[in-house]
């Protein structure tokens, strides 16, 4: 088949490229220097897909070409400039299930494809076999099979999970009730600071639940694995959406989740309950603006003086200015606004073919900086924290 017999309506609104290059100027990957090369820029994954529509590129399948698609990483800071209205990270997505159906899955597309399961598995492992990963010949290791890059954070589980534990957090008497949604990384990888949030939530009479759910499906989403986004979708759309009619609110504590509830599910499924669901998502960096603002907080700041880290997804989701007040209202002091792109990308910068183009970003980001960095995504933090020598948190973990 051909690249328009496989590519959506989405996929195919590349033809509506007008090649003025206002994507490039915002674009983290089209801004380093490997970005000399036209074909490595937003504008040049645009006019290649284009190209390959019209019949002018023989080979639209070939490996070079979809590494060249892989250069971007779905930050969105591109959608919001593009005058021909063109969502260029989705018509990359297409491509990229298009690709699926053509060739097959690679190598990396198979982590992502299978990253909770081995989420779940690894956080159930002794800690001495994560540290065997974690080691010198464990790094080589996955490098080699998998290409993940021996310098780049590593996103395994420190051990356990949050399900037994969450439920010997409960306030006694509780005012407020969250059905949460910790998605792969705070339920298995990191379990100990949504506890902790748990935790502090509970001092303030806000009791949180944990519905049946899986992962968010953010990695399927990016990879373009639509088929099995939209089965992960219905099973949290349908469970979560029960604990809204019983009145709840849905709380999120990861950019990947508030992204996905909020504004991916909507559109795979396109139910009412998906859009219902939509409304009732809370962030949390909301829910502490909330709290600090409404005085409820203990106002002693973890750290005087902060920079706050503003990142894609933060950005697109319209959330700096939250944490900012927030952080302000806890009574830190906010020193810088840093709003460059990290090169974490989620998962994407923790590859060695692309660890090169992650570090420079991040050096670009931190160049000049002194003291905590408080940015809003796990990811982004501990990508930043392999680069720069001071103290970075993600924003909900500063108050927890
Ligand atoms: S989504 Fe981000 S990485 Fe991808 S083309 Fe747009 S700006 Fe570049
Ligand atoms: S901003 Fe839009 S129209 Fe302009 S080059 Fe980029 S994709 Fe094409």
Same mark, same amino acid.
């Given at each position: 088949m051909s690249l328009r017999e496989l590519l959506d309506e989405e996929g195919l609104m590349a033809e509506r490229c007008v090649r003025c290059g206002f994507c490039n100027s915002v674009c983290p990957t089209s801004l380093v220097s490997s970005a000399y090369k036209p074909s490595r820029t937003s504008r040049g994954r645009m006019v290649l897909i284009q190209s390959a529509l019209e019949g002018a590129i023989p080979e639209v399948f070939d490996e070079e070409l979809a590494e060249l698609m892989d250069l971007c990483f779905g930050c969105n800071r591109c959608v919001k400039v593009c005058p021909a209205g063109i969502p260029i990270p989705d018509v990359v997505r297409r491509y990229r299930e298009a690709y699926h159906s053509a060739v097959g899955v690679r190598g990396e597309e198979m982590l992502a494809l299978r990253y909770h399961r081995y989420a779940v598995t690894l956080s159930k492992v002794p800690r001495p076999v994560t540290g065997v990963l974690r080691s010198k010949i464990g790094r080589l290791f996955l490098e080699r099979a998998f290409g993940i890059s021996r @310098? &780049? =954070?590593? =996103?395994?589980?420190?051990g356990g999970n949050l399900d037994d534990k969450l439920r010997d957090i409960r306030p006694p008497r509780w005012t407020r009730r969250f059905a949460f949604f910790p998605d792969t990384f705070y339920r298995y990888v990191k379990p100990s600071a949504a506890l902790r949030l748990a935790d502090l939530l509970s001092r303030h009479q806000i009791s949180l639940s944990l519905p049946p759910q899986t992962d968010s499906g953010i990695l399927l989403y990016e990879y373009g694995f639509y088929d099995r986004l939209r089965e992960v979708t219905r099973i949290n759309v349908l469970s979560l959406i029960e604990r809204v009619r019983e009145g709840e609110q849905v709380l999120t504590c990861s950019p990947a989740a508030t992204l996905m509830l909020r504004f991916v599910y909507p559109r795979v499924l396109a139910t009412r309950e998906a859009e219902v669901l939509a409304e009732n998502v809370v962030d949390i960096n909301e829910l502490l603006l909330e709290l600090v603002e409404s005085g409820s907080r203990p106002p002693e700041p973890q750290v005087g003086e902060v920079t706050l880290h503003s990142s894609c997804l933060s950005q697109f989701l319209g959330l700096t200015e939250k944490i900012a007040r927030a952080l302000r209202a806890s009574g830190a002091s906010l020193r810088d606004l840093?709003? @460059? *792109? *990290? #090169?974490? #990308? /989620?998962?994407w910068g923790i590859y060695a073919k692309r660890r090169a +183009? &992650? +570090?420079e970003l991040c050096d670009r980001l931190v160049s000049g900086l002194r003291g905590h960095l408080v940015t809003y995504s796990e990811t982004c933090a501990s990508h930043i924290q392999s680069v720069y &020598? /001071? =103290? +970075? +948190? !993600? !924003? %909900?973990? %500063?108050?927890?």
């Open positions: @310098d &780049a =954070p590593l =996103p395994l589980p420190e840093r709003s @460059d *792109c *990290c #090169g974490m #990308g /989620g998962v +183009v &992650a +570090v &020598a /001071g =103290p +970075v +948190v !993600s !924003s %909900f973990e %500063f108050f927890v």
